[in-house]
């Protein structure tokens, strides 16, 4: 299934996270295997909290992977897991190939400095300081020259549109424009690894709208590898490449948008996902079928094109889409009848209610 | 914490007796006390023969350990001797026309123009009011004193963060350099450090500890987890992360904690006069109170409370910018200028000192020398209307505070109360007592229903006729059913030590003077709370006096209530009350007006009078908060004790005060723990029943 994306930027291996007394208690015997979910059972019935439980996935180069979950189940602890802000319990990550759990202080504070950026929900800006100081503050650790890291701070700024907010202080700000500062302060060291925690959860649902389309914007210009937590399942559908739905710690289900409204792994994924609209969430590339040779309609649509942009086509009468295939891969096939199809299952869905 | 678990189990009915069950028992116990009282007397009188001489053994003790170090500590006087000598000098070497507008400078910086404004009236008013010197060297004392405590106290408050396990002993220890009277450590500081002005400066640095200790604490434990997680994430080192983001974040709290200890220091420097004047404003206050200089009292007093209005705003200015953000005047003043302004300030001084080495520039006649006319006109006063004054302070004595002290059995005598109490009085009395609480009963619950009956034992025998066994246990069980069998074990112990020590009589002597000042300030201050809450223009002109009551060194409230009352324990009711007043009426009225508006809402939709919403809703919704407020009364009454007992009281203060007096360290040191235990305890005690009653 990766194998239309490029190679493994962080992979992430039977990760937990505990809370409580005595945590490594429990993970002392390397290579024991044990059910994950009867672990988890036996901590909480032994007073300890399994926040994250056995997680493992892999992001690849220039992917956006949301996290997402309820309030409480876990999202925040594993995307500092990954940033070794919170010390996992048990388990491996690996950074381009490096186990970043066996790095040094001194080598995560190089890593921090040059290769990940992090947004918080309530945005960590430093009171006593300026926008532009809040931006270049960073590259201030790291001891660049204060003409450099001004001029930098100042490209950022520019980058999320707050040309003229440079000598304000954050108090001053509206929360989208201090998330835009949080968004080019995590910037300004150019990583290459991206997390954002509920980066718009605390903004209005209009700014909110506004932001994602911001945050679609620059990623398409700067291709980080990004890591994106939400509870907020259409902000997920919609800035997804894929996506890792968490329950109570665990993670149930990893999928492009399209294989977890299609196949949703389990009860807690098909509710949790029922009010995506299918028509919305599923693109051309997502149903059509290889060509295998037959004779190629004229009509040409982009694999990310969603069925919804396509009812106004079919309705007037064509019957059949070609879908250019990504890179090298041949163009396929997305007849009428396929999206007829996936409408007719959304119909079912809606009148099971 | 066995009784919450224990209702939390079974059903009610049967669930409140196994907590009351005690009670009961001590309900018969005091009966049996009251009934043998005359026979066996050391029920209400711990007998001197009882007691131990911990005194003297203490005594003995630091005999022997001062020979020993104090060779140590007097060379650190010397040391500190050299900075204290510069300070004066140089705040006496500061002509006063720069050190106006060096201040001048810092207000407007800090506040704005009227901040400016009211710092040059202060400094002309000390000028004119003949006191400038006297207080330039208290100004260089505090200058001395802010600095260790601010460095010691952000050392320690530092500690206190990175090692949480140190947390209770460093909080033990800050409670008892708030809470142990000042007075009782100066004799062991007089021993250690010698006869002279560095004692004062030491008891202040100790005593201006630790508010700083406390708010970098709090400043650093409330620096957000995303502002932390975001300097580790930008690549921060412990060092860059503590000194970049952690300090930064947390400097607004810090500088309360700046705020609060030079507040301390400043009301510690004068209080310290009391071992003898360095020609310093507390040193002038004291002489003309014991001079009975009531013209100078007052104009001394004054230079006193303006001061510590001036430095607290000065200093807060900077903690807390305004709200609406920096007015013109605060905006101009950039720190350029500011350093500009100083500078020149500095520069104005060189050149007068140059140009006339010698002189002061203080005016020749000041108001003080000319205040014996007016003198005798207070004289006059307080002699024309003794008849008011008098009349007063007899009506309390007699319908307050005999009953309390000596209670109805002991105040109904011919002489007092002119009549005598007959048996079937007593009866009716006793009759009454138990119809309101079983009312009580009826009404609230069994908790409610003893308070009566106690409060009704109290005032028929008096705190003075209490049986001591019988006291000492109802607290004890009080703190283990409220706040677990800890508190009620050292209430146990705290009380046994007082007892031993011969000091019960003293301890009753405070616990009925502060119950009886924090009962009238409740009282008074938390209507005058209520009336705040629902009238705007009230608190507007509330909101002024309660700022200057709370910044007035404890000292100033001697002076007027010495005035019109002479000495005696009313005229230390009015000077504690005057103290503690402030935060009934702040706690009372931001309770109220912070109660949750639809709460408050659906009441009156219910067609509730003003008076029941009041009752009904809004108080007891607030009824958490007024105790934090009951909380800072009490604390306010105690600390109060000790300086109150310059005005005669027999109070553990005034133990403590007459330790001073004869430089018996031991009495000195037991006497200001025992009002350090009862501040403990009743800290803990009300706290536990805030966390319960929010917690349920
Ligand atoms: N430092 C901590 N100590 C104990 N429990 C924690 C800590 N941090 C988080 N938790 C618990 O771990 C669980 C997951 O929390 P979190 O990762 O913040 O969830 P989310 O970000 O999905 O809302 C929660 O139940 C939370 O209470
Ligand atoms: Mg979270």
């Known amino acids: 299934m990766n194998a239309a994306l490029g190679p493994i930027k962080l992979a992430c291996r039977n990760v937990w996270k505990v809370y409580g007394r005595r945590p490594a208690y429990y993970f002392d015997s390397r290579g024991y295997v044990i059910d994950p979910d009867a672990l988890a059972e036996r901590l909480r019935a032994e007073a300890h909290l399994p926040a994250v439980v056995d997680a493992s996935f892999e992001v690849a180069t220039g992917e956006i992977f949301v996290i997402m979950g309820l309030s409480g189940s876990g999202k925040s602890t594993l995307v500092r897991c990954l940033s070794r802000l919170v010390e996992p319990s048990a388990g491996e990550i690996l950074l381009d190939g490096k186990n970043l759990l066996a790095a040094s202080g001194k080598e995560l504070i190089e890593l921090?400095?040059?290769?990940?950026?992090?947004?918080?929900?309530?945005?960590?800006?430093?009171?006593?300081?300026?926008?532009?100081?809040?931006?270049?503050?960073?590259?201030?650790?790291?001891?660049?020259?204060?003409?450099?890291?001004?001029?930098?701070?100042?490209?950022?700024?520019?980058?999320?549109?707050?040309?003229?907010?440079?000598?304000?202080?954050?108090?001053?700000?509206?929360?989208?424009?201090?998330?835009?500062?949080?968004?080019?302060?995590?910037?300004?060291?150019?990583?290459?690894?991206?997390?954002?925690?509920?980066?718009?959860?605390?903004?209005?649902?209009?700014?909110?709208?506004?932001?994602?389309?911001?945050?679609?914007?620059?990623?398409?210009?700067?291709?980080?590898?990004?890591?994106?937590?939400?509870h907020d399942i259409a902000e997920a559908f919609r800035l997804a490449d894929r996506l890792a739905i968490m329950r109570a710690g665990k993670i149930v289900q990893i999928g492009r948008p399209a294989d977890i409204v299609l196949n949703p792994a389990d009860d807690y994924v098909a509710q949790f996902t029922e009010d995506m609209p299918l028509l919305r969430v599923i693109t051309a590339g997502d149903i059509a079928t290889p060509a295998n040779g037959a004779a190629l309609p004229e009509r040409t649509i982009a694999a990310d094109t969603s069925l919804e942009a396509l009812i106004p086509q079919l309705a007037s009468g064509v019957g059949a889409f070609t879908v250019?295939?990504?890179?090298?891969?041949?163009?396929?096939?997305?007849?009428?009848?396929?999206?007829?199809?996936v409408l007719e299952r959304e119909q079912a869905r809606r009148t099971r209610e | 914490m066995t009784a919450p678990a224990a209702i939390a189990r079974s059903p009610r009915r049967l669930a409140i007796a196994p907590a009351l069950l005690p009670w009961c028992g001590l309900g018969v116990l005091t009966v049996l006390c009251l009934l043998l009282k005359t026979e066996l007397p050391w029920l209400v009188n711990f007998p001197k023969q009882w007691t131990l001489p911990l005194a003297s053994y203490i005594n003995a003790v630091t005999d022997a350990v001062v020979a020993v170090i104090q060779p140590g500590f007097r060379a650190l006087s010397a040391l500190l001797d050299a900075p204290m000598r510069g300070a004066r000098l140089a705040l006496a070497w500061l002509p006063w026309p720069a050190v106006m507008l060096a201040v001048a400078a810092l207000a407007?910086?800090?506040?704005?123009?009227?901040?400016?404004?009211?710092?040059?009236?202060?400094?002309?008013?000390?000028?004119?009011?003949?006191?400038?010197?006297?207080?330039?060297?208290?100004?260089?004392?505090?200058?001395?004193?802010?600095?260790?405590?601010?460095?010691?106290?952000?050392?320690?408050?530092?500690?206190?963060?990175?090692?949480?396990?140190?947390?209770?002993?460093?909080?033990?220890?800050?409670?008892?350099?708030?809470?142990?009277?000042?007075?009782?450590?100066?004799i062991p500081l007089l021993l250690l450090f010698g006869f002279g002005p560095v004692v004062g400066l030491i008891a202040s640095a100790i005593y201006a500890t630790p508010p700083t200790v406390r708010n970098t604490m709090l400043g650093l434990d409330r620096v957000p987890a995303a502002i932390s997680e975001a300097g580790l994430m930008s690549g921060c080192t412990r060092r860059q992360q503590f000194w970049q983001v952690e300090v930064p974040t947390a400097l607004p709290q810090l500088l309360v904690g700046f705020n609060q200890t030079t507040m301390a220091a400043l009301s510690m420097v004068i209080v310290a006069a009391i071992i003898g004047g360095f020609e310093d404003i507390g040193w002038e206050v004291l002489s003309s109170m014991r001079k009975a200089e009531f013209g100078q009292s007052i104009l001394s007093g004054l230079v006193i409370a303006l001061l510590a209005i001036l430095i607290d705003r000065l200093t807060i200015g900077f903690a807390k910018p305004p709200e609406t953000g920096p007015t013109r005047?605060?905006?101009?003043?950039?720190?350029?200028?500011?350093?500009?302004?100083?500078?020149?300030?500095?520069?104005?001084?060189?050149?007068?000192?140059?140009?006339?080495?010698?002189?002061?520039?203080?005016?020749?006649?000041?108001?003080?020398?000319?205040?014996?006319?007016?003198?005798?006109?207070?004289?006059?006063?307080?002699?024309?209307?003794a008849w008011f004054f008098d009349g007063v302070r007899n009506t309390v004595l007699y319908c307050l505070l005999l009953p309390m002290r000596v209670g109805i059995s002991g105040a109904a005598t011919p002489a007092i109360w002119g009549f005598a109490l007959s048996p079937t009085m007593a009866a009716v009395y006793f009759v009454l007592v138990l119809a309101v609480a079983g009312l009580a009963m009826r009404r609230f619950g069994a908790r409610e229903a003893l308070v009566v009956l106690a409060a009704g034992v109290i005032l028929y025998t008096g705190f003075l006729g209490l049986p001591w066994p019988d006291f000492i246990l109802a607290v004890a069980l009080l703190a283990g059913q409220v706040a677990g069998y800890r508190l009620g074990l050292f209430a146990l112990a705290g009380f046994a030590l007082i007892l031993v020590n011969g000091l019960w009589p003293q301890l009753v002597q405070s616990l009925y003077l502060c119950t009886l000042a924090v009962l009238l300030c409740l009282l008074i201050g938390g209507s005058l709370g209520v009336w705040a809450a629902h009238s705007d223009r009230v608190s507007r002109i509330l909101k002024p006096?309660?700022?200057?009551?709370?910044?007035?060194?404890?000292?100033?409230?001697?002076?007027?209530?010495?005035?019109?009352?002479?000495?005696?324990?009313?005229?230390?009711?009015?000077?504690?009350?005057?103290?503690?007043?402030?935060?009934?009426?702040?706690?009372?009225?931001?309770?109220?007006?912070?109660?949750?508006?639809?709460?408050?809402?659906?009441v009156e939709q219910m067609g509730a009078t003003p008076l029941q919403t009041l009752l009904q809703a809004k108080l007891p919704l607030a009824l958490p908060v007024v105790m934090l407020g009951l909380n800072q009364t009490i604390m306010a009454a105690l600390s109060m004790l000790a300086i109150a007992a310059l005005v005669g009281t027999r109070d553990l203060g005034q133990a403590v005060y007459v330790a001073l007096g004869k430089a018996d360290a031991g009495m000195g040191l037991i006497a200001g723990l025992s009002i350090a235990f009862l501040a403990i305890l009743a800290d803990r005690l009300i706290q536990a029943a805030v966390a319960r009653s929010t917690a349920a």
């Open chain 1, 112 to 230: 921090r400095r040059h290769a990940m950026g992090m947004v918080f929900q309530n945005f960590g800006l430093l009171p006593h300081l300026t926008v532009l100081d809040n931006v270049a503050f960073p590259l201030k650790i790291q001891g660049k020259p204060v003409k450099e890291r001004e001029a930098r701070a100042r490209e950022m700024i520019a980058l999320v549109g707050l040309e003229g907010r440079e000598v304000s202080f954050p108090h001053q700000l509206s929360g989208g424009q201090q998330q835009r500062v949080g968004i080019a302060r995590s910037l300004a060291v150019g990583p290459e690894l991206w997390f954002l925690d509920e980066p718009f959860s605390a903004l209005d649902p209009l700014i909110r709208k506004q932001m994602q389309d911001e945050f679609l914007r620059l990623q398409r210009m700067l291709k980080k590898t990004i890591i994106f937590i939400t």
């Open chain 1, 324 to 341: 250019p295939g990504l890179g090298d891969n041949p163009p396929a096939l997305l007849s009428a009848g396929a999206v007829l199809a």
């Open chain 2, 108 to 186: 407007l910086k800090s506040s704005g123009e009227r901040l400016a404004i009211f710092a040059l009236a202060t400094l002309a008013y000390i000028l004119l009011a003949g006191y400038w010197p006297q207080s330039m060297n208290t100004l260089a004392l505090v200058l001395l004193a802010v600095p260790i405590s601010t460095v010691l106290g952000f050392l320690l408050g530092v500690l206190g963060y990175a090692r949480p396990r140190l947390r209770p002993v460093l909080n033990g220890a800050l409670d008892l350099m708030q809470t142990v009277p000042a007075f009782a450590y100066l």
């Open chain 2, 329 to 385: 005047a605060m905006r101009w003043m950039t720190p350029r200028r500011l350093v500009l302004s100083l500078a020149v300030a500095l520069a104005l001084a060189i050149v007068i000192r140059l140009v006339a080495p010698g002189a002061t520039f203080l005016p020749e006649t000041a108001l003080r020398t000319e205040m014996g006319g007016v003198n005798q006109w207070l004289l006059g006063i307080v002699r024309d209307y």
């Open chain 2, 545 to 602: 006096i309660c700022d200057a009551l709370q910044t007035m060194p404890q000292f100033v409230f001697l002076i007027p209530a010495l005035m019109f009352f002479k000495v005696g324990e009313f005229t230390a009711l009015i000077a504690i009350m005057l103290y503690a007043i402030v935060p009934p009426i702040r706690y009372v009225e931001h309770g109220l007006r912070h109660v949750r508006a639809d709460v408050v809402e659906a």
